[in-house]
Structures are given as C-alpha cells and as structure tokens.
C-alpha cells in the first residue's frame, strides 16, 4: 500500500479536500468549455491595450496544461501537513492572504519590470544618442495561469515549520572497496523526508520556463517574508467562520437554510423541539468527521469482502430466519 | 383421614433421604415440621423450606388448599442450611419473607427491557424509532408541554409500547421473555439496516465520482491511484480504471491516435 503522506487520504483535512476537488473541476469545466483565455495573463496585448485587469483575480484560480496539474495536485496534497499544522481554517486563512498578495504582487513585478527594463534599454539608447527605440515585450511580459505562487509560499511555510522526520544516506561509491578511507562526504547523498516535495517544486518551478519561474521565485518571496512575519496583517487575520463553514461544506449550509426557512412557515413550535434540532445539528458537526471515517473503514471493508456466491446467500438467509 | 407424603431435596446431601408419610385429619405448618424434625435426626437443625405445587408452603398458606388424591398428596421439602437455635424459633418469618411484594409501580414499556440487560441509550433509541414509526408527534398538538400534560404523554407513550410488545407476543404459548427478545431483534434489525441502506447509497457514489475522474482525467487519474492509495477506495479505484479506459477508447474512436 504506497502511501505518500503520513496522513492518510483527506482525514481531518477538510480545506485541502476542497482545495482539490475545486480545482479539478475548474480546470476540466475550462478544458471542456474552452475558456482558457480567460485565466492568461500579460501585460503587453491584455492589460496595455484592453484594460483586463479583472485578470489579476482569476489568473491563479486554475491552470491550464496537464503537467502543471499534476504537479500542483500533488503538492496540495502534500500540503496537508501545514493544514494539520495551522488548523482549518487558519490554513484557509493563509491560502486566501497568499493568494491576493501574491496576485498583487505579480501583477506589480511584471507590469513594473518591464517598464523598467523599456525605460533602461531607452536611457541607454539615448545616453549613446542612438535611434530606433520600440517597445518591446521582455520576459516578464506573460506568466503561466495556476496557483503557482500561492505554492511557492506555502512550499517556504513547509519547509520552515514542518519537521524533519528522518533523513538517509545515499552512498554514491562502493562501499566495499577499500573501507579505511571511504568517508568522504563528497561520496554521499544525505536526503531527508521533504525530499520528494523538493524534487516536485523544482519540476514546477522550470516547468514552464520563465513563465513559471518568475511567479515562483516572486511566491518564495512573500512565503519568505511571511515566515519571518514581515507580511502585514496575514498573522492575526481570519476568515469569519460562517464563510470558512460555507466553504468546507457548501450542501449542509444549504440544508440548514431551508430547514430554517421552512421552519419560518410552520408556524409556532415548541423551544423542545428547536432545541433538539440545534443539540443535534452540533453533534452532528462534531460527530460527521468521526462518522465519515468510520464509514469509509466500512465501505472499504465491504468493498474488499468476497462476493457471495447465490447458493450461499440463500442459504445464510435461511440459516437467519431458521434461528 | 388424609396423608400428606414428604419427599426430601437435601442441597448438600447427595443421598436420597426416604419418603416420610404424615397422616391427620387436620395439618399445621408448625406440626408438620415438628414431626419432619423429629422423624429425622438429620434435619433436627436444618432449615426446611416446604414447598407444594410450585409454591412455598408459608403462614399464609391454606391447608384446606391440598388436593388430595386417594386420600394421598405430595409436598416437597427441601433441607437447607444448619441454623441456630434463635433462628430455628423465627424459621416461620424466614419462609414468610420470601415472597415479597414491590410497592414500585409495575415497570411498563421499553423500561421492561432495562432488566433484560438493556442500557438506557438503546431504550433511548428504541423508542425514538418507535416514535417515529408509529408517528407519534413529539410536541406538534401541544406548543407548550407544562409538567402534568408531559407526564400523560408519557404514559400514554408506554401504554402504546407495552400494547405493541404484548402484540407481538407469539399466542400460541409464547412468552414475554420470548416477545422481548422478538422485539430486541426488530430493533437491532432497524438499527443495521440504516447505515447499510446508506452503505448502498454511497456505493453508486463511489461509482459515478470513480468513473468521472477515469473519464476526465485520464491517465492523470490513474498516476493519482498509484501514487496514494489511501485517497480512493477500493471501488472507486476499479471505477477509475474503467473510466480511464473508457477515455482510451473515445480517443480511438475518434482517431486520436492514428
């Protein structure tokens, strides 16, 4: 049974869940309906000329190649250590104050840049009274769409707060050839148990060139200054509860609204009864998480028993009622 | 002239002690064991407990009850522990105290299944079900429930319960321990059959969001089931495997790979 994380599958971790779940369905909703421009971003055609600027908010909220999907899919899910970490929704928290710093940020870095490196290229031109100055877009023009940044801080978030459980040693020489002298640690590849989240971020990082590598090394950035809490605001700051609920579990909020709506129309009833209602709904939150749990041992139990044959099965039923 | 023949059960003795036969015209508790104590030397200081047709033969007890036939009739004895001579003169309160009767109400409903060994939460339950089955409406008659009003829906409810478990007693000679371990079966039936109706439920689940992420993702699907098992179960990952290859087979169909 490979299993890649201590954690296993989504338990108790209810934000990385949706994260997911989310995210795969954007994506497949703008593959399927082919709405890929919508969530690109660059500076010359787009923001110049047609003032899109809405799409400083909807660049990072999907990717759009499978590589890159696969990648951050798997860094969320490794991820779901700093969700045990932080708590829920602190962790909602964060990935929400990422996401808008990083946004800005971005847009700020590349729109600036490149005017910066126009404005360089044209002082120099100018300096050596030489003609000819266009503009031109630099590589800083158009980023890959993708939560990449948001990754990149959470990736600086990990490897500070996360510890080390174990580390191995890779020896890179034969071991039995001349024993007394073979310490050296040029020899040996020392790798601890983030290794793999290491090699998964590089591979972001260059996947696609400079367009994911200005937006990562921008994301490490701000994780950096978070981690030494230089990010104004984004210690203290937390989403209010109801929307933090709304998000983990959108269908039970609805439920509970009808039922309160529905409760409104039925006139006058006793406090017994609202009481109940509300005892249970609290156990119920408390309970759901243990329950889903249980349920999942159980169904998975279920899956893995052998399928009884028809003989046998009529025969427990009778062997049941007999009793 | 009747007799009265006295079988012993002695409950250290393992030997059988002869019958002794008693014939009066008029019998007494006290003489009958006087002539027992005397008869045999054995029992001089053991307390006896006598006991006809099921039922001990205490104060109470009228002797005109006996039902000879042939002028004969049977009483058991049963030898018990020696006593002490004190205790041997209040031998009578000892048999009288033995039936005792409760001044606490007679335990009605569900609450009967408390001495079967039941714990109050699975009464709980059970009468919650019942209630729901039998639609009895908590408080929907009633907005405000004052003590008294409470107190006979109460009974009421119990009254309903004790009708239903002496229903469903077997009449044909079946008893309450029989109509109670019926009704423990009915409930743990209900109990069960809740979650695997959900269990059921949850299987198609499984297997619609297992052959929607084959049919979408692809081959991306099929590197999440080999990477971590624990985020599938087992058939949601047989239903990524037929959605993977139905993917395949729409890209042949439509020439993808030609």
């Known amino acids: ?323 | 002239m009747n007799t009265i023949i006295v079988r012993f059960i002695d409950s250290n003795k393992g030997e059988q002690i002869t019958d002794l036969e008693i014939s009066d015209t008029v019998f007494h508790l006290g003489n009958i064991k006087k002539t027992i104590r005397e008869k045999i030397d054995f029992a001089s200081n053991k307390r006896l407990k006598l006991i006809y047709n099921g039922r001990v033969i205490n104060d109470k007890f009228k002797f005109t009850d006996l039902k000879f036939t042939d002028h004969k009739c049977y009483i058991h004895c049963v030898i018990g522990e020696t006593l002490t001579i004190k205790q041997l003169n209040e031998e009578n309160e000892l048999d009288n105290e033995e039936i005792k009767q409760t001044t606490q109400p007679q335990v009605i409903g569900f609450d009967r299944l408390l001495q079967q060994g039941f714990s109050q939460q699975d009464i709980d339950q059970l009468r919650s079900q019942f209630e729901n089955i039998h639609n009895i409406d908590r408080s929907s008659d009633q907005p405000i429930n004052d003590l008294e009003e409470e107190e006979q829906r109460q009974n009421y409810i119990r009254q309903l319960e004790e009708r239903w478990i002496e229903s469903t007693v077997n009449p044909s000679g079946g008893t309450t321990t029989r109509a109670t371990a019926e009704d423990e079966q009915n409930g743990e039936t209900v109990t069960h059959n809740v979650p695997s109706a959900e269990l059921e439920e949850n299987h198609n689940k499984d297997l619609l969001i297992g052959l929607m992420i084959g049919v979408f993702l692809g081959i991306v699907a099929g590197l999440f089931v080999i990477c971590d098992d624990s985020i599938f179960n087992k058939r949601q990952k047989m239903a990524i495997t037929a959605g993977i290859f139905v993917n395949f087979s729409m890209a042949i169909v439509r020439g993808q790979w030609i």
């Open chain 1, 1 to 323: 049974m490979p299993q890649i994380t201590p954690i296993k599958g989504f338990i108790n971790t209810p934000v990385t869940k949706k994260v997911v779940i989310f995210s795969t369905i954007i994506t497949i909703l703008v593959s399927i309906f082919q709405i890929k421009y919508l969530f690109t971003l660059s500076i010359d055609p787009l923001i110049l000329e047609y003032n899109q600027f809405w799409r400083i908010l909807t660049f990072q909220l999907s990717v759009i190649n499978e590589s890159d999907y696969l990648l951050t899919m798997i860094l969320w899910f490794h991820f779901k250590n700093l969700e045990r970490f932080y708590g829920s929704q602190k962790y909602l928290s964060l990935i929400l104050i990422l996401s808008i710093y990083n946004g800005v940020v971005t847009f700020l870095i590349m729109s600036l840049g490149q005017l910066l490196i126009n404005f360089i290229d044209y002082f120099i031109l100018t300096t050596f009274k030489l003609n000819g100055y266009t503009y031109f877009t630099t590589i800083l023009n158009s980023i890959v769409p993708g939560p990449i940044g948001i990754l990149s801080s959470l990736y600086i978030c990990f490897g500070t707060y996360i510890p080390i459980s174990y580390q191995f040693k890779i020896l890179l020489s034969n071991p039995f050839k001349n024993n007394q002298e073979n310490h050296s640690n040029s020899k040996e590849l020392l790798l601890t148990d983030h290794f793999q989240i290491h090699i998964l971020y590089t591979l972001l990082l260059f996947n696609n060139g400079f367009k994911s590598f200005v937006p990562s090394l921008i994301g490490l950035f701000i994780g950096k200054l978070y981690t030494s809490e230089l990010l104004p605001g984004s210690k203290s700051w937390l989403l209010p509860t109801t929307l933090f609920k709304i998000f983990i579990n959108p269908f039970k909020i609805l439920n509970n609204i009808i039922n309160l709506i529905r409760r409104r129309f039925n006139g006058y009833q006793s406090i017994n009864q609202i009481i109940d209602d509300e005892d249970q709904n609290e156990e119920s939150n408390e309970r759901e998480e243990i329950v889903d749990d249980m349920r999942n041992n159980e169904s998975e139990i279920r899956a893995e028993t052998p399928v009884r044959p028809l003989a046998s099965q009529f025969l427990d039923t009778f062997r049941t009622r007999g009793d």
